[in-house]
């Protein structure tokens, strides 16, 4: 069952945060969440899922930034969300989808207990200009039956854009030790 808008607003505080919260983006049965403004891209022609893929950062400026077909954009809402008790998802606003812009590739649906940022993983069908503060998406929450383990991995209490990690996965030698950086490659750019 997908909770109301009355009933997020209701719930704000106990099973749902979300910082910032305007009530002004409650719908009827989801809250809009915002895009932050900057977005990350791989460097790596050929993405290996066993290795940390080096990425660089783009500033979106106050213009927009125009997203290129056949490039995968990752980016992160503005709102940091916090739930119990509840599965929470992302999906895509209609206005947005009707540009051809997709705002997450596969990974939409969230874990009970998380606690964090959004990423966004956005692909484009046809040149895009997008801007930062849109509202990108919305999130939806779903009852959940049966006890509860809340969520406790690698993405969890994020503070910024997350690539995969799944090479965590795949090496689990690197997530114990302490001397490798999980931020490996990251590199900024403006523009």
């Known amino acids: 069952m997908i909770l109301s808008g009355q009933e997020i607003l209701s719930r704000m ?9 305007d009530p ?22 050929v993405l290996d899922m066993a290795k940390a893929n080096r990425v660089r950062r783009i500033e979106i400026p106050k213009e927009g930034i125009v ?9 992160r809402t503005v709102e940091r ?11 895509g606003r209609s206005s947005v989808g009707r540009l051809g812009l997709f705002v997450h590739v596969t990974a939409g649906f969230g874990d009970v207990g998380f606690e964090g940022f959004w990423t966004l ?8 200009r997008i801007y930062a503060g849109t509202e990108i ?10 006890s509860v383990e809340e969520y406790c991995s690698k993405y969890q209490h ?7 990690l799944l090479f965590e996965e795949l ?8 001397q490798l950086p999980l931020n490996f490659g990251l590199e900024r750019s403006h523009g």
């Open 13 to 21: 505080g106990e099973d749902i945060d979300i910082d910032p919260f």
């Open 24 to 45: 002004r983006r409650i719908n009827p049965n989801s809250y809009n969440l915002t895009l932050h403004d900057e977005l990350m891209v791989y460097e790596e022609v």
């Open 67 to 75: 997203l290129s077909p056949n490039q995968l954009y990752l980016g």
């Open 81 to 91: 969300t916090h739930t119990h008790n509840l599965v929470p998802q992302i999906e």
């Open 121 to 128: 993983e956005m692909f484009a069908v046809q040149p895009v």
């Open 137 to 146: 998406c919305q999130i939806i929450y779903h009852e959940l039956t049966g």
């Open 158 to 164: 994020n503070h910024d854009i997350q690539p995969s």
């Open 171 to 178: 090496d689990p030698e690197r997530e114990n030790d302490p």
